[in-house]
């Protein structure tokens, strides 16, 4: 319906007096009605592109998540910087009691090797697992950050539904 049209007709009847001022104003707030129908279809439709951004951006983080995860002994599970500290802390205190036990054993170079392999292997799960746990951290953030941006987006659209 071409409602600027309707109006511009509607107008000029009453100026020719082919319809008197009430039909005017009935016949008029009629059209502006029907005109309004559109707008709130356009409105639903908004809301529900919305959610489906939303939907996406939660899909998206489940499939991105999946690759940040951690095997441990028994489960996948998200990575944490405790994980990666504990790693270090173990290399370092395993490896310098393997070194300090070297001092007093007969195959010392052989023991200050396995301690120096151990003190390294700890160090680096522990540096792997650091950096694991920041691009998780990072990357939770950006989806939360995301999610909050198109969660204030639906709220304005249902808002500005509501008030009509």
């Not at 007709?9 to 082919?18: I, M, P, T």
């Not at 009935?26 to 409105?43: G, N, T, V, Y």
């Not at 697992?129 to 950050?145: D, T, V």
């Amino acid at each position: 319906m071409d409602v600027v049209g309707e109006l511009t007709k509607l107008q000029e009847l009453y100026k020719s007096g082919a319809v008197t001022e009430a039909e005017y104003q009935s016949a008029k707030a009629l059209l502006l009605q029907e005109a309004d129908k559109p707008s709130e279809s356009r409105q639903c439709l908004a809301i529900i592109e919305q959610e489906n951004a939303l939907l996406r951006i939660e899909q998206d983080w489940t499939r991105e998540r999946e690759t940040l995860l951690v095997q441990s002994r028994n489960s996948t599970r998200e990575p944490r910087k405790e994980d990666g500290e504990g790693f270090i802390l173990v290399g370092i205190i395993a490896g310098a009691h393997i070194m300090i036990f070297a001092a007093a054993s007969k195959d010392a170079m052989g023991m200050l090797v396995l301690g120096g392999f151990v003190l390294l292997l700890g160090v680096l799960q522990g540096v792997y697992y650091l950096g694991k746990a920041s691009e998780f951290e990072k990357a939770y953030r950006n989806y939360q950050a995301r999610r909050s941006r198109e969660q204030e987006k639906l709220q304005a659209l249902r808002k500005a539904r509501q008030s009509r």
